[in-house]
């Protein structure tokens, strides 16, 4: 493969893997959501309002909290919290990253202003993953806590 061929593929590659990213951080955006909503293990867990019973003894009704969750909380909880976190940054920073490889590709600026805004902001990206790999670290190590 000669040298043009190969930057080429670099580089496309490298905006398609951005673009991924930003499917994955809009998928990863809706899916809990759409599970507390549709699912049935979901819906009985996180119901639209918490749900108390009845119990009449020697000293009268007493009504307790069985569920203290409801659909509101569960979506303010550890870890959806953190995992919409984490698609807030998937979506930002390689959107960010893709604009900048649009506006690059629109204009062919290679070697002007552009070009190095592309070029320094995907020197910047190598953090991205690892920005994405800590977020998910604390978003999976975050289970069963309210806020």
Same mark, same amino acid.
């Given at each position: 493969m000669d040298y043009d061929t190969h930057t080429k593929v670099l580089y496309w590659s490298h905006e398609l893997l951005n673009v991924w990213m930003i499917i994955g951080g809009i998928i990863l955006y809706t899916w809990y959501p759409y599970q507390i909503t549709n699912d049935n293990w979901w819906s009985t867990q996180c119901p639209v309002t918490a749900y108390t019973e009845k119990t009449t003894g020697a000293s009268g009704t007493i009504e307790r909290l069985v569920n203290g969750w409801t659909k509101d909380l569960c979506l303010d909880a550890a870890p959806i919290k953190q995992f919409?976190? @984490? =698609?807030? %940054?998937?979506?930002?920073?390689?959107?960010?990253?893709? $604009?900048?490889?649009?506006?690059?590709?629109?204009?062919?600026?290679?070697?002007?202003?552009?070009?190095?805004?592309?070029?320094?902001?995907?020197? @910047? =990206?190598? %953090?991205?993953?690892?920005?994405?790999?800590?977020?998910? $670290?604390?978003?999976?190590?975050?289970?069963?806590?309210?806020?």
């Open positions: 919409t976190n @984490l =698609s807030y %940054w998937m979506i930002t920073f390689y959107s960010i990253s893709f $604009f900048n490889f649009a506006i690059n590709a629109i204009w062919f600026n290679d070697g002007g202003v552009m070009h190095e805004m592309w070029w320094r902001w995907s020197q @910047l =990206s190598i %953090w991205g993953p690892i920005v994405n790999l800590c977020l998910l $670290f604390v978003a999976q190590n975050s289970y069963g806590m309210k806020q």
